[in-house]
């Protein structure tokens, strides 16, 4: 099998951002953001995922987060489709629920080519965490569903931390993409039938 790696480089008036990406990695992260809170929650993702990113990102975090959170998104939905190629002998969907502490979350993916982004349970306690404005958790996943073409669903089940909620989220997408992207000797091509994903 070839490696299912993808490298890029996204550079705006707004953001300048280069990317790498391994769907089949050993957790390890690189994570320069200059957003503390979205480089823990990648951080994760990585761990969770067993996928390899390095992310270094520049923005214009002195006005906010929100071009540097949306851009990574971005750049993260462009790398897993390039990453995934043809999608041959993947499982294609994938299913996690995460607890933490008092939060229980669910992520529920299809790498359709159809991107389409819901989100439940999604009404935050607080509006920020730290400095992150917890909005953003939305327009990050959005993109990232729209640029990897992939249908995403995230359930809060239920919480009341802030920062569980959103790290459930994150460690719940990092399990269902695992399992999605994992490689099943008994598919065989695209798991479709309409022959293509």
Known sequence: MSKRVAELNRDTNETKISLNFSIDGEGKAEIDTGVPFMDHML???????????????????????????????????????????????????????????ETLAQVVVDLSNRPHFEMRGGDFPSQKVGTFDTELVHEFLWKLALE???????????????????????????????????????????PSTKGML
Request: aromatic share 6%; proline share 2%.
């Open 148 to 190: 990897a073409r992939m249908n995403l669903h995230v359930i809060i089940h239920y919480g009341q931390n802030t920062h569980h909620m959103i790290e459930a989220v994150f460690k719940a997408l990092a399990r269902a993409l695992d399992e999605a992207t994992m490689i099943d000797p008994r598919v065989k091509g695209v």
């Open 43 to 101: 951080d994760l993702f990585t761990k969770h995922g067993q996928f390899d990113l390095a992310v270094k990102a520049d923005g214009d975090v002195e006005i906010d987060d929100h071009h540097t959170t949306e851009d990574i998104g971005i750049c993260l939905g462009l790398a897993l489709k390039e990453a995934l190629g043809d999608k041959k002998g993947i499982k294609r969907y994938g299913n996690a629920f995460v607890p933490m502490d």
